[in-house]
């Protein structure tokens, strides 16, 4: 856009001249910090290089108020620190050619300074064979001379008040919440890349994340995103002479509802591409329902002169030599993981919930593979079996259900019945899905009682989950979880809605809070509306899931007696109408 003002419009009457230092500065800045969390990146991308294996990062006021990034790395020596905090100054690049080959997370030597030019920053440093550090002070790009320090070997960056000269960008700022959970993903996405760097992060005084440094990657994922989410993951490991990949997927039975928690690296350093992450989803096809996406943390390795990762300042974009390859291999070497793996599938994915009365059979020691099931229906859809007038299926108008009679399940997935006018192919998820949204709803009405747990059960989050679990807990409680605190990140659940009993009670907490995260601040009745819709989908039989005739027989009775029996809770449709005229046109009985 052309700026507004009368006298910036026509350069006329200006001559070309050099913007001064500050000035340039503020400008990268605004391309390279654009909130706390590029600067928590930037900074702790300094310490890596640096070679350090500890990274303490201290936020106060979620970051507005104070960054400090203090590592045990390299070290600055004294008579360098002027230069480290000037634009362009870097010591990982010396010439062009450089740039192909760079393996350090930096190399434009345009952080500090871009920090320093909006903020107070404070640079203090010492290498390890000199006994004395320094210190240096950046206020708003104005740099103050070098002092003398006696300081442990290692770098500590202090920044402060920052933005304080932008008033624009400090508006553009969200909640705290917000801006927390920005520096929450930063410091785990690069936890995960470094495993045997001992990280930790403290939000205004308080712990709320570290890692041991112990080299393995499990363990870093398991601070994370909790221990039983990391014993469920499957590995990944592929390698041939050009692309080696390795790192860890979900299986199809945990996914969730956007691809926040889809992570690659490339070479060690994080990169978000949306191609990557559709061939990963490329590799669950059929395995899970469109709109779920995997948790996945992929470290992708490929010689440095194929891939181009200085395609933007903040390089979470990169360019591939040979895209289309490396997706294909991709989601080859992901598909291929998740045939060969062998998982402890949870209850309520072996059997469903138990909506059936009684409790649900305890079935947790059966180990099995992806369910047969799964492998027939996908052949059934390539061989496109479901003939093409099923996908173009009549459906009727979206009156209430029709009496119907129960003919059996096919492909684990739908149910078959016989209604006065022909016949009604249900699909059992989205069936299911309405009739616990439907009955949830009008328990809300009397408060939605809840139902004890035997054994509570304990619940792990990430640190931006559990903030978002802390923050929705009143909500919670009103539609009948009974939720607390319980150290750091998790939580005791106590009860669960009367409607939801013997669901997965962590299953259904998880998805609670799943989608909350997007939007900032809708109206309360939103976020409950949201919840009940997300939970009765997590609780909901899955395709795939065999059920008793008698499991059968209820759900269509159960739909039956519903409001809106034809469409589920996301308006998709609970069924296909085959008409006897249209079967009979079909057999050919009747003229076209
Ligand atoms: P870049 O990382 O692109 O080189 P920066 O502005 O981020 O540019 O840093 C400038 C220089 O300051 C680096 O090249 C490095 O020599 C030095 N430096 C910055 N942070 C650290 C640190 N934590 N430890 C050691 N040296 C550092
Ligand atoms: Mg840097």
Redesign the pocket.
Known sequence: MFPRGPSLRYNTGMSIQLLPEEVASQIAAGEVIERPSSVVK??M???L??G?DQITILVKEAGRRLIE?I?N????PSG?LK???HRH?????KNAADLFRVS???????????IGSVSHLT?L?RVQKEDMGGSIRVEGGEIHPVEDLGIPP??T?RVEHLFYNVPARLKFLKTDRTEKRHINDMVSRYSMANPAVRFKLHHDGELVFQTSGSGDLREVFSSVYGVSTAKQMIEVIYEDEYLGITGYVSPPGLTRSNRREMLFYVNQRPVSDPALSSATNQAYHTLVMKGRFPITVLFLSLPPDKVDVNVHPTKAEVRFEDKGEIFKVVSRAVRRALLAFSPVQEVSNIRGVNLWGGPAPDQSHIHRGIDPAWNKLEKNREEGVFGQDMDSPQISAPLGAPILRLIGQVAATYLIAEGPDGLYLIDQHAAHERVLFEKFTSERNEGNPSQALLDSVVVEFSPSSADLVQEHLPILRKLGFDVEEFGPGSFVIRSVPGTLQGSSPEGMLRAAVEDLEVDETPLEKNIEEKIIARVCKRAAVKAGQVLTPEEQKQLILDLEACQSPRTCPHGRPTMIHLSVDLLERKFGRMGP
């Not at 100054?89 to 690049?93: I, N, P, V």
């Open positions: 930037e900074l991308e300094n310490a290089d640096a350090a990034v590592d790395g390299a070290g600055i360098e230069l480290a905090v100054a870097t010591s990982k690049l350090t997370l930096g190399f434009r030597g345009e952080a500090l300074a871009s640079l440093s290692g770098t960056v």
